[in-house]
């Protein structure tokens, strides 16, 4: 497949079809209440269901002795009414036979407590024994389904890092050391590489090195810090890599995916080994009020910056609880508008959590399609509705593509890298949330980019405080300003080279050139003493930190005010903004962080928007994407919020969802979707 | 004692007089300073005191030789003043010399750590070694002190499970895999009760099975966290009944008790093994303004359930406080105020905390009757005024008993059953809080019933959200209903089995016939966007949840509201009260909880108060209650609040506090009491 | 140097020049980047530098192989500058080399975390065999220093206790052991002390003894605790004086300093093995705001009190942040009014922390006079015009000392008592606090003293809540105030003997004579019900504590109000603060503690302020000191608000910083200082 010419985040699907289903767990369930499952699936429009990822009990109740009778015959009665399997590897809970004995093959809490058998996760997927025994049941999983043909692609093990990522066992601790080896050749390289001086922390071999503790007594070293969170997602690769290679091994035709995303994770690297990721969509866990819906976007363009295509092995059902909190309920329309939201980001398959909700185990709260009782309600009802609507449409959403003129960058590295050194402030992830929250409100078409993707295509893009930089990011920078992009970037971009030391230059460094500009002093707000003055408008507030900026060759747009208290303030008066014309395009620089009260008003401020053009005009809680292929182009125009929304300035076409001829305006009820093709 | 036929919590006491006393600590003081406490304690009317309980190292300071000369001397000291003497098995505080060396009796916390010698309760109950050694020094106390006219009593240890219950040490491992290996038989029919299925939990021995953890790494199962509470209960039985059989085999006359109550313990259970139970009260924990003076009450009908009769071994004497915190300091009138709400609850001994304040150890801030310097102040005034008071009218109130018209409906299984998934929300403890005060306020003869107690005599009965229900509890529901009374039940009750896994039917399962409704759907609600529409009456403010009902032969009583923001909620506009008429009673179902906020509106709202008539007219913060004998009835009248109070259609009598008549009326100043004889 | 006859807290400064300068690490730079060093600091005034406290791994980079070459190097460049040198003992972060396989020296947290290699202090202090390692490093710099003429002084080890002082080793385990077996010589003696007859803490032997825990499972012994932290400190100066006994052999005209301030060392004790101590000064921790800035007042104090003269090792450069936060940065001229605050209170010495900002490690953000670019900017400027300001007057500082004739007393122990049995009640620091702020607002003569220093030349004098007292204590402060002073004790002082026991008199005890007034009730508030009614005045806030007093001697000066809510409290009317006349001076006792909200009025409401005379007339928000030798004041005068200031009744004089005469009035912009130089 030679997609390498393409953006990454513009990947199309190469499935067959739309995937439309539930994860399904038959061996929770007796004969009698599974018997109706085929066929009320059937009718709700399901063609695909996920199975087996927490049932390596049953398939191996004992050594070497596997019995795949119930997935056998599940999936062939499933098969019968034209739904396909997806099987997952039983990893992430392995029986209690198996583990009993192996204290050692279990996670090790910073904190020294050690996990058990009784949840799950509790393994580390670093121990070898471990990893031996996840690529035997993975084989013989895959040697036993390799002819079966309704299995069609595969989810390997299950969330990893939901619960717990960083782990202090004694492979942890060997692997982590073999890697740095492999990264530093020599002891001194790492010495200088994590600046050992500091502190008499230098090493005489890499046996003196442990994994770094947050608080033992104090503060660890950041360069340590940061290449232990890329030592995790390393590990867990190749835990992964490790199931993925014996899975293509044994049925070529199989895809494979995973359901993320967590932190500490480089979905980048990670999915390199899948066909495409998969991402799980709670939207009630953040979306607490109609206009926290961007949370749910950028949940799903978190996936599609890593992968292109992408699918939702978990879309919310109804609600969901575990032992400690439970969420709120959704309403009518809630599970359908929010499925519509995944698929309007790029997912090209939603697979809603859970069939039937489970009536033991630590997931009693979490409702599923049909509950406790077997009794089909408004769930089932809503679910059956999406179903037929995507029966329907699905084939014209397949093949279909994102085209962001705006963008965020992102990047694992530079979260970790926040996450090493956060002195309080807000991280690249706040900022990304708030900025690309101001482009859904002003209906761009946008979404996130990740920083090692191809930045063909965009217009508009936007750094937020990627303290790391190296050579490679600020040439593709530069030549993407020099075509004409416009760049913005926010303060402390560019601090830090990728040790996680401070850079020897005056910030932002790499980036000083293309900016046109370097930071006099940086420095803390604790209280909104200070506003960005906009000629002629309203001042800006500021976001935690102040940068008083030097134009070198840049023009200055605001200005930071005197101070609110009359008394001096370092920044009063100094430059807060500038902008720099390279080439066709612009380099802008943000002397502050964006945040929810000030991105309204930074946006205003900085100019480019006229290479980016609204998909439509709505209110804020309307939230309107496009997807395209070649030959049409379909508008997903969704109503957050919980009261009727005019939607104008939308192309002409048919709203596939109601049939209707759409002349540029649709109105929707509350929670309501409409999916305007355009020919 | 064939008391088989009456209700527990109407049992009356057998003691031959009213106690009152104090805990006494001869051992913390000089000769000099103890030489006035007989006469002091007997001119305050002091009959009885409990010692010993924390004096192991005093009375065995080595190995097998034993030293009971101090307690000879004071016991005949006191006795010869007419004081009796209750002792206590010293099994909470260890000697050193005992466990040195005996690391592995110490509780192991959650978080791996080990308990120490230094504080109480560092030693594991359940421990066969240390069961044995509480049994030998019990064995040693009981044998010497067999013969002591004066001891008339005992209570077991001290406040088991105050401090830490759950233990993660050897010794509670194996005990709980014995427990579970009698209960269930078989590992296979543990699997099936837990629903190990569900994350792949299978055990193929009970070898396997450990302690749950909360988090190790995330939530564990249910039914083994259910079962392990439980257990935890059972076992602490056990090592009281090793005590218990020593003492009941010394001398026959003794009584036994223990000061409770703590979480965890199934005190109906714990209670059988004792003649009556004890509770420890300190209102100030909880009472931080008069209108939450129901918490004390509480405590001690929490006793009256599990016991019927009970004593009070420590009530608030002084300010207590510890390390890190102190109450604010009773002010004049409410020590005695509390007794007497202890009293009117069912008390039939005061014992206040403690004779003099200690000046040295842990609690130099639990202030007794008597200070650090020994000089007698205003708490021995009223400690004086209650012991005169009692002297007089103790006699009256023993044999006395309550009985509840109205009742809140407890047990321990279901607020452990409710701690193994609270999923944030409200407790049946919370519940039964706010509906209990309700009943006080309106100054019902009212109370808490166990679950396993006979419901005789009850007119009216809530059970808050009890999510465990069997075919037993079930049956004595129905009868219940079927002969009268009116049952109110909320949300979530009967949701679960007795295994705590979701049931298979459409809740309330067992009771969905009683009840004649079923729940359609059940839902989480964060804001208040739904309230109970009343017909002709205020909107009911929702307690954290909904559930949207179908009669199935019940009528409505109320509805659900619209939604508050005008947008469609799957509740609006249905069922969610329910009167269900079955024989000659009514059966309520309430589709949400029971909130400080709706508590009074939806009493209200329920029918079924005509059976349930109140003890007086007064406002809120005046507590009434009823004690009655064959031939008299004692109306308790306590002034809570801050000002003078006016209480009106009380019976005609006689006033024992005052020894004026009462024609129905008595006003009382702040922290006042009044006793009404009505014959 | 027999400076005994003067109190410690007024000895001066034997140094010959005001020292000026900034810690320095050049390890962590290259050649090029460090070649300006030496220049740009003799421009800026520097006169020395601190060295070499974090460089054990270069100095000693294999065991017994000593490499001096960068430092010895470093101190000669700086040397032929006229810059001196301060060397550090580098055993706050030995190498990797020397703890590999050492786990049992390493530091145990009170859960049971073992600290680990990877920050800094994780060395426990107390063992013995890292205590050798100590010495033998120390050996080896003071041998090769020791005829390195610019090398003119040491600091011990780096900010002792900084991060961690409790520790559960078996070091400690055995060290405390040892420690109790010197103080008590028999067990039964100890059983005494710590009253270990409750809960049964009898020890046999010293064996039985361990560390206290503060929850294992509840509240620890407050005898054995007190202890604990006793021989924290104990063993601390153990540490330090193995250290400063091989200087001293080593080069006899070296000084020795340390820098602190941290919790559980009692400095007064520490400072015996120094010449004079040091403190390190970070303002932003908790000068959030102008009316903030008593904090570093008595930051400073609290080493004068302790020491006399001291140094500031480390006085806050630029804005600092560690993992977790990033303090607010300080405006224009606050670094160097903070230098000018720590002078104006005793300091002779100001090194601002650091030279530059470290690319690299834990500290890349403590921002220093420098940046990680290497260009001076604001901050160098702001060094520079100090440190020219002092190479102008530093000569008239020097030898000159504060006389303070109002003062707070403290005390390690009546803190550490405090801790023990905090109560959730304020600690006399925190009274100590909100008193010394209110002498500032009143621009009295004032600082702190320490409780075993003399009080000569005080005339007003403060003790918050000592709760510990003992007949020597007591004597000093009877003579005291016999003498003419005027003492102020709050509630609970002297209600403890030293074995941190209740004593058995009435409060206060051995003060009660002196005091003419016992307390009849100590009572908690935790509402505002009482208030202290100031006879014609407004009433005084209760400070979270009520004492009923009983004059026995003294007269009232102010009672109880009634209660708030017209309900009776015990307090109500009853006398609250109380005055006895002694010989010429008076002895005041409060029944309440000090706070923020009552300062003001209470001080108000005590006599005795005529001993006092006010330096100036101002706003509260600009401190005023005096510093003085026998020929010459020197009036600081420094504005800590955000707007211009006047001061009035100044004596008339001459501004050194301005060079200006005045004439009794200076009028200072934000931040502004002058020092008024009276001759």
């Given at each position: 497949?030679?997609?390498?010419?393409i953006?990454?985040h513009?990947?199309i699907?190469?499935?067959?079809?739309?995937l439309f289903?539930?994860?399904y767990?038959?061996e929770?369930?007796?004969?009698?209440?599974r018997k109706?499952?085929?066929?009320?699936?059937?009718?709700?429009g399901?063609?695909v269901?996920?199975?087996?990822?927490?049932a390596?009990?049953?398939?191996e109740?004992?050594?070497?002795e596997?019995?795949?009778a119930l997935f056998?015959?599940?999936?062939?009665?499933?098969?019968?009414?034209?739904?396909?399997?997806?099987?997952?590897?039983?990893?992430?809970?392995?029986?209690?036979w198996?583990t009993?004995?192996?204290q050692?093959?279990?996670?090790?809490?910073?904190?020294d407590r050690?996990?058990?058998?009784?949840?799950?996760?509790h393994?580390?997927?670093?121990n070898?024994e471990?990893?031996a025994?996840s690529?035997?049941?993975t084989?013989?999983m895959?040697?036993?389904?390799?002819g079966?043909p309704?299995?069609?692609?595969w989810?390997?093990?299950?969330?990893?890092?939901?619960h717990?990522a960083?782990?202090?066992?004694?492979?942890?601790?060997?692997g982590?050391?073999?890697?740095?080896?492999?990264?530093?050749?020599t002891?001194g390289?790492?010495?200088?590489?994590?600046?050992?001086?500091?502190?008499?922390?230098?090493?005489?071999?890499?046996e003196q090195?442990g994994i770094?503790y947050?608080?033992?007594?104090?503060?660890?070293n950041p360069?340590?810090?940061?290449?232990y969170?890329?030592?995790?997602?390393v590990?867990?690769?190749e835990?992964?890599?490790?199931?993925?290679?014996?899975?293509?091994?044994?049925?070529?035709?199989?895809?494979?995916?995973?359901?993320?995303l967590f932190?500490?994770?480089?979905?980048?690297?990670?999915?390199?080994?899948?066909?495409?990721?998969?991402?799980?969509v709670?939207p009630?866990?953040?979306v607490?009020e109609?206009?926290?819906y961007?949370?749910?976007?950028?949940?799903n363009?978190?996936?599609?910056?890593?992968s292109?295509?992408?699918i939702?092995?978990?879309?919310q059902?109804?609600?969901?609880?575990?032992?400690?909190y439970l969420?709120?309920?959704?309403r009518?329309g809630?599970m359908?508008?929010?499925?519509?939201q995944?698929?309007?980001?790029?997912?090209d398959?939603?697979l809603?959590f859970?069939w039937?909700?489970?009536?033991y185990?630590?997931?009693?709260c979490?409702?599923?399609?049909l509950?406790h009782?077997?009794?089909?309600r408004?769930r089932?009802a809503e679910?059956?509705q999406?179903?037929?609507?995507?029966?329907?449409?699905?084939?014209?959403?397949?093949?279909?593509?994102?085209?962001?003129?705006?963008?965020?960058?992102?990047?694992c590295?530079?979260?970790?890298?926040?996450a090493?050194?956060?002195?309080?402030?807000?991280s690249?992830?706040w900022?990304?949330?708030?900025?690309?929250?101001?482009?859904?409100a002003r209906?761009?078409p946008?979404?996130?980019?990740?920083?090692?993707?191809?930045f063909?295509?965009?217009?508009w893009l936007l750094?937020?405080s990627f303290v790391?930089?190296d050579?490679?990011l600020?040439a593709?920078?530069r030549k993407?300003?020099?075509e004409?992009g416009?760049?913005?970037?926010?303060?402390?971009?560019?601090?830090?080279d990728k040790?996680?030391?401070?850079i020897?230059?005056?910030p932002?460094g790499?980036?000083a050139?293309?900016?046109g500009?370097?930071?006099e002093?940086?420095?803390?707000l604790?209280?909104?003493?200070?506003?960005?003055?906009?000629?002629g408008?309203e001042?800006?507030?500021?976001?935690?930190?102040?940068e008083?900026?030097?134009?070198?060759g840049?023009?200055?747009l605001?200005?930071w005010?005197?101070a609110?208290?009359?008394c001096p303030?370092a920044a009063?008066?100094?430059?807060a903004?500038?902008?720099?014309r390279?080439?066709?395009?612009?380099?802008?620089?943000?002397?502050?962080?964006?945040?929810e009260?000030?991105?309204?008003?930074l946006f205003?401020?900085?100019?480019?928007?006229d290479?980016?053009?609204?998909?439509?005009?709505a209110?804020?809680l309307?939230?309107?994407?496009c997807?395209h292929?070649?030959?049409?182009?379909?508008y997903?125009?969704l109503?957050?919020?919980?009261?009727?929304?005019?939607?104008?300035e939308?192309?002409?076409?048919?709203d596939l969802?109601s049939?209707?001829?759409?002349s540029?305006?649709?109105?929707?009820?509350?929670?309501?979707?409409?999916i305007?093709?355009?020919?």
């Amino acid at each position: 497949m030679d997609e390498t010419h393409i953006p990454r985040h513009q990947r199309i699907s190469r499935l067959p079809k739309f995937l439309f289903g539930a994860p399904y767990y038959p061996e929770h369930w007796d004969e009698e209440t599974r018997k109706d499952d085929p066929e009320r699936m059937a009718a709700a429009g399901v063609n695909v269901v996920r199975m087996a990822e927490f049932a390596w009990d049953l398939m191996e109740p004992r050594r070497g002795e596997f019995d795949f009778a119930l997935f056998d015959e599940t999936i062939a009665r499933l098969g019968s009414r034209g739904i396909d399997t997806i099987l997952c590897t039983p990893t992430a809970t392995p029986p209690a036979w198996l583990t009993a004995g192996h204290q050692d093959w279990m996670r090790v809490h910073a904190d020294d407590r050690r996990m058990a058998h009784g949840s799950r996760q509790h393994c580390c997927t670093t121990n070898p024994e471990f990893r031996a025994e996840s690529e035997r049941i993975t084989d013989a999983m895959a040697r036993h389904f390799a002819g079966n043909p309704h299995v069609i692609g595969w989810q390997t093990d299950n969330e990893l890092f939901c619960h717990i990522a960083e782990c202090h066992c004694a492979a942890c601790t060997a692997g982590f050391r073999n890697w740095l080896k492999d990264k530093y050749q020599t002891v001194g390289e790492l010495n200088r590489a994590w600046g050992t001086q500091f502190w008499a922390q230098t090493y005489d071999n890499f046996e003196q090195i442990g994994i770094p503790y947050e608080e033992r007594p104090t503060y660890p070293n950041p360069g340590q810090h940061l290449d232990y969170m890329r030592y995790m997602s390393v590990a867990l690769c190749e835990f992964q890599r490790g199931q993925v290679k014996i899975l293509r091994a044994a049925q070529p035709r199989w895809w494979i995916t995973h359901n993320g995303l967590f932190s500490y994770v480089d979905y980048w690297e990670f999915a390199k080994d899948l066909d495409f990721l998969g991402v799980d969509v709670y939207p009630a866990f953040s979306v607490t009020e109609p206009r926290k819906y961007p949370s749910a976007s950028l949940s799903n363009e978190t996936a599609r910056a890593a992968s292109g295509t992408y699918i939702v092995p978990e879309q919310q059902g109804g609600s969901g609880g575990q032992r400690p909190y439970l969420l709120e309920t959704p309403r009518p329309g809630q599970m359908r508008l929010w499925a519509y939201q995944s698929i309007a980001h790029g997912a090209d398959g939603i697979l809603h959590f859970r069939w039937r909700t489970c009536r033991y185990g630590a997931e009693i709260c979490w409702y599923g399609i049909l509950e406790h009782d077997n009794v089909p309600r408004r769930r089932y009802a809503e679910f059956s509705q999406e179903g037929a609507e995507l029966q329907r449409i699905g084939g014209k959403i397949l093949g279909t593509a994102l085209q962001a003129q705006a963008a965020v960058l992102v990047s694992c590295e530079q979260d970790d890298a926040h996450a090493t050194m956060p002195f309080g402030l807000p991280s690249p992830g706040w900022q990304r949330h708030f900025a690309y929250t101001e482009m859904l409100a002003r209906h761009w078409p946008a979404g996130l980019v990740d920083a090692s993707d191809s930045f063909d295509g965009l217009q508009w893009l936007l750094i937020p405080s990627f303290v790391l930089m190296d050579e490679g990011l600020a040439a593709k920078l530069r030549k993407f300003v020099e075509e004409g992009g416009t760049l913005v970037a926010t303060a402390r971009t560019a601090t830090r080279d990728k040790n996680n030391q401070v850079i020897a230059q005056t910030p932002p460094g790499l980036l000083a050139g293309l900016l046109g500009v370097t930071v006099e002093e940086f420095g803390k707000l604790d209280k909104p003493l200070l506003t960005i003055e906009r000629p002629g408008g309203e001042a800006i507030p500021v976001g935690a930190v102040y940068e008083i900026l030097r134009p070198r060759g840049a023009e200055t747009l605001a200005g930071w005010s005197a101070a609110a208290d009359g008394c001096p303030h370092a920044a009063s008066g100094e430059p807060a903004v500038t902008l720099n014309r390279v080439g066709k395009g612009m380099a802008i620089y943000v002397g502050t962080y964006i945040s929810e009260e000030n991105a309204h008003a930074l946006f205003d401020l900085l100019p480019g928007h006229d290479g980016v053009t609204p998909l439509a005009k709505a209110d804020s809680l309307v939230e309107v994407t496009c997807r395209h292929a070649e030959d049409h182009k379909l508008y997903f125009v969704l109503n957050h919020g919980t009261g009727e929304a005019t939607v104008r300035e939308l192309p002409a076409g048919i709203d596939l969802i109601s049939g209707s001829a759409c002349s540029g305006s649709v109105t929707l009820p509350p929670f309501g979707v409409a999916i305007v093709e355009q020919k």
